[in-house]
């Protein structure tokens, strides 16, 4: 869903403002978030954790979302694509110092391994994106974003475990949105809603209730049994999705190189999932791991 959304959210940023495409993404998911909340068992939230929820949000949403879209506004898709595949590194660096995670030769080999096909991929696709305005900024504002979701994935591992992601999520968009709209106020209540055709209604439907909604469901799903250096990896998955996409729209062709590319960050993702936590070889002497029934919570 997040590799869909760097070539929709391009298309949407090209009429609206990248404040308005933000705020519509966390007004939207919020809104849709304390929907789904109504149908869900009641869940109380400790007062105490209600701060660490608006530093979540902080990181994982406001800047993370923010600073990617501002950075996709002013470079090209491509660049935006690249910057992305730095996100397991930066996480694997904060989670070894904040988490005390090893960093592990398994860790560094499936990284590198899966950064070679996703670059690979992402540099095969390269004719059939357009540029931006500010590259060199718009890629730092990218970079940026993927330092503040490490440090979400991170810092607020065990906040994520301690409640649903429904509860989670309804919190966190609810303080983006609170945290984003008062700069955006002046960009979104300019637009014309009524004039908006409808195939640009469907692509910032998809923006707000497919890469934003049911991205962060699945993704505190999978928090919640996976380490944030595992989690990030996963990354690499997007530019398989954008590749895919554009061999299906006749934009481009699939090769043998694209096909060695997809193996080669499977194999990488697979590689870091072997790879041992801190409580692993804390607890077994380096030996096997746990059994699937013990969730990893480090």
Not at 184 to 205: E, H, N
Not at 222 to 237: F, K
Request: charged letters at 10%; a positive charge; aromatic letters at 12%.
């Amino acid at each position: 869903m997040w590799g869909l959304n760097a070539p929709i959210g391009k298309a949407v940023l090209n009429e609206f403002s990248a404040l308005s495409v933000t705020t519509f993404r966390m007004v939207g998911a919020a809104a849709a978030f304390w929907i789904l909340s109504i149908f869900m068992p009641k869940e109380h939230v400790d007062h105490k954790d209600m701060l660490r929820l608006f530093f979540a949000a902080l990181f994982g949403i406001v800047l993370n979302q923010g600073m990617f879209v501002f950075g996709l506004s002013l470079t090209s898709p491509i660049d935006a694509s690249i910057v992305t595949t730095t996100s397991p590194i930066i996480t694997m660096i904060v989670a070894a110092i904040y988490l005390k995670e090893p960093v592990t030769n398994k860790k560094i080999v499936g990284i590198f391994i899966g950064a070679m096909g996703a670059l690979t991929l992402i540099l095969s696709n390269q004719n059939v994106n357009s540029g931006g305005s500010n590259n060199i900024l718009g890629d730092l504002f990218c970079l940026i974003a993927q330092f503040s979701f490490a440090i979400y994935l991170t810092v607020f591992k065990d906040l994520i475990g301690k409640y649903s992601p429904v509860t989670i999520s309804k919190w966190l968009f609810i303080y983006a949105s609170v945290c984003f709209i008062p700069f955006s106020y002046r960009d979104v209540t300019a637009i014309d809603f009524m004039a908006i055709p409808t195939d640009m209604l469907l692509q910032i439907g998809y923006v707000v209730l497919g890469a934003t909604f049911l991205t962060y469901i699945f993704l505190m799903i999978g928090q919640r049994a996976l380490r944030p250096t595992i989690v990030s990896m996963y990354n690499y998955v997007q530019p398989i999705v954008a590749s895919i996409v554009a061999v299906i729209m006749g934009m481009d062709t699939f090769g043998i190189k694209k096909g060695i590319a997809i193996g080669l960050v499977f194999l990488g993702v697979y590689i870091v999932t072997q790879s041992k936590s801190k409580a692993q070889l804390d607890g077994n002497g380096g030996g096997e791991p746990p059994q699937s029934g013990s969730m990893q919570k480090d």
